[in-house]
């Protein structure tokens, strides 16, 4: 079934698409690893209180992010 990733719930274990606003305040996590780490993976290390993760409520330290992708807007349609 398919979900709004901008409200879908993340079931542990399972690999999930969400979509998040950073808006003014930023995402706000803090990441360690990578690809070329000992880790091979990008972990959240901390959820800022402020950041757009933590109002939105669905990722936590800990959490494995497989894939990021920023869509930019700039300027106008008329």
Known sequence: FASDPATCPIIPGCETTIEISKGRTGLGLSIVGGSDTLLGAIIIHEVYEEGAACKD??????????????????????
């Open 57 to 78: 409520g669905r990722l936590w330290a800990g959490d494995q992010i497989l894939e990021s992708v920023s869509h930019f807007c700039t300027g106008e349609w008329n």
